[in-house]
């Protein structure tokens, strides 16, 4: 990154995510104010470039979109070097994909640390639940809760609609001027405020997403009475509203406290 006296700031952004999540119609959409809606699948790395000028700044910001396929991450791996926003997209109408960015993550982490060349990593990560307009398998709350319980903002887009496209990249460079006037020190302010854990996630999510009241408390069906009641406790202590302050909590605990309930009934029968 360049200094405030040089005016001009020159920024690299990268896009991950499976294939088919709409990352070049995202770019598509914000660089060339249009969408393809029969877009090819992206073969190794596109690009797609924009110039704006913001608090004074004249921004050249160079965007980079990677194929989601695995044949081609060793064409996109190189592409992780000098860049400063990451932007982890899935499709909100395909489970899979919004499953899948734990892979992503892996990778993403993984490529960063062999580049960093030991320095500690500012780079900004947003993820985006794309195609909104379209009927939704991931609800809001749980991809927010998903990213901001690891640190990360998260945005909701639709290419074909141009909805929170705009608001997303719109944001995206205001924490990137940030960063680079803070001397490529990622400010605090712009970190969700979490007061809660990866397992509590993990726990309300299973209990809503499941329909068996076993695989709700992640246990067997050959499991005893006294498993069901250590699994009780545990999640208990995890989701108790006055203790949790994750969101769902207070419903998750009731679907805890019900599932208990219809376990241990079975083996009073």
């Given amino acids: 990154m360049t200094t405030k006296s040089d005016q001009l700031l020159r920024f690299k952004v990268i896009s991950l995510g499976n294939v088919n999540v709409g990352k070049s119609c995202l770019i598509k959409r914000y660089c060339e104010k249009r969408f393809v809606p029969k877009y090819m699948a992206t073969i190794g790395i596109d690009y797609g470039v924009t110039r704006i000028r913001i608090r004074n700044y004249d921004i050249r ?56 060349n030991g320095h500690k990593s500012s780079v900004i990560v947003f993820v985006i639940g794309n195609k909104n307009d379209l009927k939704r398998t991931v609800e809001e709350n749980e991809a927010k809760l998903w990213a901001n319980v690891r640190g990360y903002q998260y945005f909701e887009t639709s290419a074909a609609t141009g909805t929170g496209v705009q608001e997303m990249f719109d944001n995206l460079f205001s ?29 309300i999510n299973r209990l809503r997403n499941n329909k068996d009241n ?42 805890l406290l019900n599932a208990k309930t219809e376990l241990l009934n079975r083996f009073d029968k």
């Fill in 175 to 203: 924490v990137l001027i940030d960063t680079n006037e803070n001397g490529g020190v990622l400010p605090d302010t712009t970190l969700p405020n979490v007061n809660f854990t990866i397992e509590q996630v993990e726990a």
């Fill in 214 to 255: 076993f695989e709700r408390l992640g246990l067997k069906h050959s499991c005893t009475k006294e498993d069901v009641l250590a699994a009780y406790k545990r999640l208990a202590k995890l989701l108790h509203p006055d203790k949790s302050e994750a969101p769902g909590s207070e419903d998750a605990f009731k679907l």
């Fill in 61 to 116: 910001m160079n965007i980079f979109d990677f194929s989601g396929h695995p044949l081609f991450y060793e064409v996109r791996n190189e592409f992780y070097r000098d860049v400063q926003g990451i932007l982890l997209v899935f499709d909100v109408s395909n489970r899979r994909s919004f499953e899948s960015l734990e892979s992503w993550l892996t990778e993403m982490k993984k490529e960063l640390s062999l580049h960093s």
